[in-house]
């Protein structure tokens, strides 16, 4: 099939997927499309890459930045913006509710004044910035379990498909191939084999947790449409994350779908405490292991893999000897500009990231901003911990992403703009107080019967989002 032909094949299905799709539910907002456009261009490419416009790596190239991407990234963040306006969210509260998150962003925002390029670190910020924004428009939507469903699943239909088109008929997109081996990778729709990775774990997590939750309701006639497009995603995923060959989505998935089903375990309602306790239990003796008896590189050997976590290791030691501030670091997002990364593509490799999301915020907000991340993990899980019993259909989602942000954070850098910081997001921000989250819950599970056909998911006595 000619590319060209391919890409109409491509488009039509998209659109009669998105028309037809089971799991549509015409009462979410039609907004959520602009979070949704969002995470496409943070889990794919940016606007300007996809038209192949490159910025280059020199500090007053980064400075310039991109006029593409500054006008549509603006132009969303401004519609986000324009949405939250609209609706009745109390700003006073939401900061208050989510201190420690607002603390995090407060301080990288002041870390500009002593950063050593401030208008980038200025820049990224308020780039950044609409991460927030754009989440807090699918929180606040009316129905915000199935506003978070759509959104994930509007993701993996644009991101998996098109991954596997550039694959086969766009390999000068859809592939790259390394500078020391020339070995091929598989980027898909991405820009590297680990972000396609984090792609695919994702979706992964996310049609694993549909299917698990509906399946209740299985032989229902609508129920049963939505799982055979999930079954089909779930098995493209999985292809497509074969392809990528990043070790670390692999095992993070495969840590994921066994909390999710632990959770929704007879087991696991009657020990709720053990499984609360469990996850940072785990990640403790994890620490222990790999820095005390050099677990990673043990494990890495068995499975066939290089000892050094393909250079990680050498990495780190690399940052670390630059004796950066260890209080307040280089400043948001500095730390890879200028004659540190020069020094280090030298001497080391072109590296942008530290493979590792608490030594990349280390290096740029030091242990104040450390500090201040590790609180709202914390935050975040008491909330997640609350809403495992009774069990809501969220909690186990929630759960399973929070565990998985704790393990990649160990060989990759997901603490800043991407997708799995997102999906911490949905969980980590509170927008609502538990008592009124439980009325709006309610109301939710009332308004959803009369669109759709009963689910055994909806007779719990609450749904918590947040």
């Given at each position: 099939m000619p590319p060209t032909?391919?890409?109409?094949?491509?488009?039509?299905?998209?659109?009669?997927?998105?028309?037809?799709?089971?799991?549509?539910?015409?009462?979410?907002?039609v907004t959520l499309w602009v979070p949704v456009i969002w995470m496409f261009f943070l889990g794919s490419r940016l606007p300007s890459q996809w038209l192949g416009r490159q910025v280059g790596t020199s500090v007053d190239a980064l400075e310039a930045g991109s006029p593409i991407d500054r006008v549509i990234l603006s132009g969303l963040i401004v519609m986000s913006i324009l949405i939250l306006a609209s609706r009745s969210i109390q700003w006073g509260k939401l900061v208050s509710r989510n201190a420690w998150l607002a603390a995090l962003v407060a301080f990288a925002l002041v870390s500009v004044c002593w950063s050593d390029f401030p208008l980038v670190s200025l820049k990224r910020w308020f780039r950044d910035l609409g991460n927030y924004v754009v989440i807090l428009v699918v929180l606040s939507d009316p129905y915000p379990l199935e506003a978070v469903r759509t959104v994930l699943r509007r993701l993996g239909y644009l991101l998996i498909p098109l991954s596997i088109l550039l694959f086969k008929y766009f390999p000068d997109l859809g592939m790259q191939y390394t500078v020391?081996?020339?070995?091929?990778?598989?980027?898909?729709?991405?820009?590297?084999k680990n972000m396609l990775g984090a792609v695919c774990l994702l979706s992964g997590i996310y049609f694993f947790w549909d299917t698990r939750v509906r399946w209740a309701d299985r032989n229902v006639?609508?129920?049963?449409?939505?799982?055979?497009?999930?079954?089909?995603?779930?098995?493209?995923?999985l292809w497509v994350l074969m392809l990528s060959d990043s070790?670390?989505?692999?095992?993070?998935?495969?840590?994921?779908c066994l909390m999710i089903a632990l959770a929704h375990s007879r087991w696991a309602q009657r020990h709720s405490g053990l499984v609360k306790a469990m996850v940072p239990a785990i990640f403790c003796l994890y620490l222990i292991l790999a820095f005390g008896f050099d677990l990673n590189g043990e494990l890495a050997s068995?499975?066939?893999?290089?000892p050094t976590l393909t250079e990680r290791t050498v990495i780190w030691h690399a940052v670390l000897a630059l004796h950066t501030n260890p209080l307040i670091g280089t400043g948001y997002e500095a730390f890879w500009l200028g004659p540190r990364f020069e020094w280090i593509a030298k001497n080391f490799a072109p590296v942008n990231e530290s493979h590792n999301g608490y030594l990349e915020v280390y290096l740029n907000l030091g242990l104040i901003g450390v500090s201040l991340l590790v609180g709202l993990l914390l935050s975040s899980y008491r909330r997640i911990c609350k809403q495992l019993k009774p069990l809501s259909d969220m909690a186990s989602l929630h759960l399973a992403i929070w565990a998985v942000i704790l393990f990649y954070n160990m060989t990759e850098a997901a603490f800043k703009g991407d997708l799995l910081w997102l999906a911490l997001l949905l969980s980590a921000i509170a927008l609502r107080n538990p008592s009124e989250q439980r009325v709006q819950d309610d109301s939710v599970v009332e308004n959803l019967a009369t669109v759709s056909v009963p689910m055994a998911s909806l007779k719990r006595p609450s749904l918590r989002e947040t």
């Open positions: 032909i391919a890409i109409v094949v491509w488009v039509i299905l998209l659109l009669g997927l998105l028309y037809f799709d089971p799991a549509k539910n015409p009462k979410t907002s020391w081996t020339g070995a091929r990778m598989f980027v898909g729709a991405t820009t590297s006639g609508n129920t049963k449409r939505i799982l055979v497009v999930n079954l089909a995603f779930l098995w493209m995923t070790a670390t989505s692999r095992v993070c998935l495969a840590m994921a068995q499975v066939g893999r290089d």
